[in-house]
């Protein structure tokens, strides 16, 4: 080199080629970053104004409890029919409907029990029919546990019939 040639002119060591990258490079790859992040932010707040949505949507949209009538329940009383004897026998009685229909058990092998809710104001009733073998057999009804009325049907095709009352509106406390 010569002497004439000034300190800044001087050629210097040639810069080496390195992995780091240079001061324009991390100003890319930040604004990048921060375009990803902007996009998965917008991403989830849509999704989470969606559910908000789709919950409010459901609460105007569904008619929910407070648009139905009150169910209308019908006050009832427990009854117990009762058949005893040996064989079989058609059963007829009272249950739950309150339209009054009856229930038929046909050829119900003996002994037979049942327990079921009579709505008020119905009088609960069990009837038996013995079949052309005849025999015997004993009706019984209970009404909320208590005792009320018990029949014998004997015979070919004998018949009994035990029923009781039930007020037509509820006990109240006293």
Known sequence: MDAATPESEKPGPEPE?????????????????????DRSGLIA????????????????????QSDKKPEHRTPTASVTYEVTGQGAADITFQDRSEAGRATVVKAAALPW???????????????????????QARCT????GRHVQSATATGTFGRATCTGALPAEPATAS
């Open 17 to 37: 080629e390195s992995d780091t990258p240079t001061s324009e490079e991390p100003v890319a790859a930040a604004s990048s970053f921060f375009r990803r992040a």
């Open 45 to 64: 707040a849509g999704a989470a104004l969606a559910a908000c949505g789709g919950l409010v949507l459901y609460g105007i949209l569904d008619p929910g």
């Open 113 to 135: 029990r049942k327990m079921v809710d009579v709505p008020l104001g119905r009088d609960p009733i069990v009837s038996i029919t013995l079949g052309e073998k005849g025999g």
């Open 141 to 144: 009804l209970a009404i909320r």
